[in-house]
C-alpha cells in the first residue's frame, strides 16, 4: 500500500477526509474560489474544505446519457446546461434530445431540492475545486469536467479522499490540478477505505448547503 501522504489507510469518515484535503488546498482559502460538491457523498467532504477555508459552495450534477439499447452504456452525459456526447451515429438524434430534456428536469428537481431557488454560482474565471468522497472508475466526474470547462473557469482542481491508483493520470490530464489522499492499488470500492460510510441523507445535503429549510 502505498499512499499519497503519511496518512494511514483508512479514513474515520467523510468529516475527517474534508479536513485531511483542506490541508492540502490550503493556498486557496479566502481566495477567489468555490466547491463544487458532488452529492450526496461530496457534499460533507466539501463543506469541510469551504468551512476551513472559507470559500462558497455549491454542488455539480450531472447525469450519463444511457445508449437506447444499453442503459449503462454512456453515450454522453448533461448537466444543468452544458452537455457532452460522444459519436454515435446509431443513435436517433430524437433519442438523444428527449433524454437530454428528461435529464435535464431530474436534474433541476434535484438541484431546487439542495439549494431551494437559489441560482448556481457563476464560475467565469473562478477558480473551481470539485469534490467527491471517492472515485471509482471517475467516468462521471470526467464529464462534470468537461462541461464546467465550457463554463470558463480560471482553473479546475480535483480534491478526493481514495482512489484506485490507476486512475491517477487520467485526472492529472484532465484537472488542472489533482489532490488526493490515498491511491490504492488494490481498490475495494470507495467504502472500504472509511470506517464509517453511512449513505448521505438528503435532509443532510441540505443543511449542510444551508438551505433554509421549509419546516422552520
Do not use: C, W
Not at 494511514?8 to 488546498?25: Q, T, V
Amino acid at each position: 500500500f502505498k499512499s499519497g501522504s503519511m496518512y494511514n489507510e483508512l479514513l474515520n469518515d467523510r468529516k475527517e477526509a474534508g479536513i485531511l484535503l483542506s490541508e492540502r488546498l490550503k493556498k486557496y482559502q479566502n481566495s477567489n474560489t468555490i466547491i463544487l460538491a458532488v452529492p450526496r457523498g461530496g457534499v460533507p467532504v466539501g463543506y469541510e474544505i469551504a468551512k476551513r477555508l472559507h470559500l462558497p459552495m455549491d454542488i455539480v450534477l450531472s447525469k450519463k446519457i444511457g445508449h437506447p439499447n444499453n442503459k449503462e452504456y454512456a453515450i454522453g452525459a448533461v448537466s444543468m446546461n452544458p452537455m457532452t456526447l460522444k459519436e454515435h451515429p446509431e443513435v436517433p438524434q430524437r433519442y438523444i434530445e428527449d433524454e437530454v430534456i428528461r435529464l435535464r428536469k431530474l436534474l433541476k428537481e434535484k438541484y431546487e431540492l439542495y439549494m431551494g431557488n437559489r441560482e448556481p454560482i457563476d464560475i467565469q474565471g473562478k477558480n473551481v475545486i470539485v469534490v467527491d468522497d471517492g472515485i471509482a472508475t471517475g467516468n462521471t466526474l470526467i464529464a462534470s469536467i468537461s462541461m464546467l470547462r465550457k463554463k470558463e473557469p480560471a482553473k479546475i482542481i480535483v480534491a478526493v479522499p481514495v482512489l484506485p491508483a490507476d486512475v491517477i493520470p487520467i485526472f492529472q490530464r484532465n484537472a488542472d490540478e489533482f489532490v488526493y489522499l490515498i491511491a490504492a492499488k488494490y481498490f475495494r470500492g470507495v467504502g472500504g477505505f472509511y470506517e464509517q460510510f453511512d449513505q448521505v441523507e438528503d435532509e443532510e445535503v441540505i443543511r449542510m448547503l444551508g438551505v433554509p429549510s421549509a419546516i422552520q
